[in-house]
């Protein structure tokens, strides 16, 4: 393979609160362009893994977008507009996001505001109240955010550990399934890390493997992934009730 001097960067991962220095990395004699933000393959990547960065550049993009498809919608019916909403910014709010969906609850927020917009300014055309958010959702057949995220966090474990796949035996060590479980009903059920810092808890391994042993037993153990998809969107919106019933 032969690598492009001028197209290639480097950059040095660290925690926040330790010192950057400069790295000096060599190909041929010619010195490698140090960074802090990168784009690999459609996901900015800053030296900290904070994921600010394609944040921002998500937030724009789909405001933009969504602003492009109010200024056209009189020319569609709402099954094309609905159609267009899910192709140029549902699905950008949906790629990679088990990755920079790691940032904090408020600026996740601020990226659902966007699916509410979406649905005031082309698909339904007016106001909606904070209190009728997810009445829509479940009309349109959307999740939140948040949900997205759950939903692929465990699809992640479903198709790659439960079913056949190439990533199976790599994620063998990392993601286990628990022995010595005396409830058939659990049976499915993962290894839970012992991580004892907060920083550790926020990590997608800790997050996955809690949020996977909170499924009814049902879930995990459906026939195919069809079946595993239909019910953990079914319980996520009912999650999504009894939180406000409470």
Same mark, same amino acid.
């Given at each position: 393979? #032969?690598?492009?001097?001028?197209?290639?960067? !480097?950059?040095?991962?660290? @925690?926040?609160?330790?010192?950057?220095? =400069?790295?000096?990395? +060599?190909?041929? %004699?010619?010195?490698?362009?140090?960074?802090?933000?990168?784009?690999?393959? %459609?996901?900015?990547?800053?030296?900290?893994? =904070?994921?600010?960065?394609?944040?921002?550049?998500?937030?724009?993009?789909?405001?933009? /977008?969504?602003?492009?498809?109010? /200024?056209?919608?009189?020319?569609?019916?709402?099954?094309? &507009?609905?159609?267009?909403?899910?192709?140029?910014?549902?699905? +950008? #709010?949906?790629?990679?996001?088990?990755?920079? %969906?790691? #940032?904090?609850?408020?600026?996740?927020?601020?990226?659902?505001?966007?699916?509410?917009?979406?649905?005031?300014?082309?698909?339904? !055309?007016?106001?909606?109240?904070? !209190?009728?958010?997810?009445?829509?959702?479940?009309?349109?057949?959307? &999740?939140?955010?948040?949900? /997205?995220?759950?939903?692929?966090?465990?699809?992640? #474990?479903?198709?790659?550990? +439960?079913?056949?796949?190439?990533?199976?035996?790599? +994620?063998? %060590?990392?993601?286990?399934?628990?022995?010595?479980?005396?409830?058939?009903?659990?049976?499915?059920? &993962?290894?839970? @890390?012992?991580?004892?810092?907060?920083?550790?808890?926020?990590?997608?391994?800790?997050?996955?493997?809690?949020?996977?042993?909170?499924?009814?037993?049902?879930? @995990?153990?459906?026939?195919?992934?069809?079946?595993?998809?239909?019910?953990?969107?079914?319980?996520?919106?009912?999650?999504?009730?009894?939180?406000?019933?409470?």
């Amino acid at each position: 393979m #032969i690598i492009s001097k001028d197209k290639t960067k !480097c950059m040095l991962f660290r @925690p926040p609160h330790l010192p950057n220095f =400069e790295l000096d990395v +060599l190909i041929d %004699g010619h010195k490698i362009e140090q960074v802090h933000e990168f784009k690999y393959l %459609g996901l900015w990547m800053d030296s900290h893994l =904070e994921w600010n960065s394609h944040y921002v550049k998500v937030y724009k993009t789909a405001m933009s /977008r969504v602003k492009l498809l109010s /200024r056209y919608k009189k020319f569609f019916d709402k099954n094309k &507009l609905m159609s267009f909403c899910n192709a140029l910014v549902i699905s +950008l #709010i949906d790629y990679c996001l088990p990755i920079w %969906g790691q #940032i904090c609850a408020t600026k996740l927020a601020k990226v659902e505001k966007i699916l509410v917009r979406m649905l005031e300014d082309i698909i339904v !055309c007016k106001r909606i109240l904070p !209190c009728e958010k997810f009445d829509y959702f479940e009309r349109y057949n959307l &999740l939140s955010v948040s949900e /997205r995220k759950d939903l692929y966090f465990v699809s992640f #474990i479903y198709k790659h550990l +439960l079913c056949d796949s190439q990533l199976r035996n790599s +994620l063998a %060590g990392t993601f286990d399934l628990r022995n010595n479980i005396k409830s058939l009903r659990h049976s499915r059920d &993962l290894e839970k @890390p012992r991580l004892n810092t907060v920083f550790a808890q926020k990590s997608f391994f800790y997050y996955t493997v809690n949020l996977w042993n909170s499924l009814p037993p049902h879930i @995990p153990k459906s026939k195919n992934f069809n079946h595993f998809d239909k019910a953990v969107r079914e319980y996520l919106v009912k999650r999504r009730s009894n939180m406000f019933q409470v």
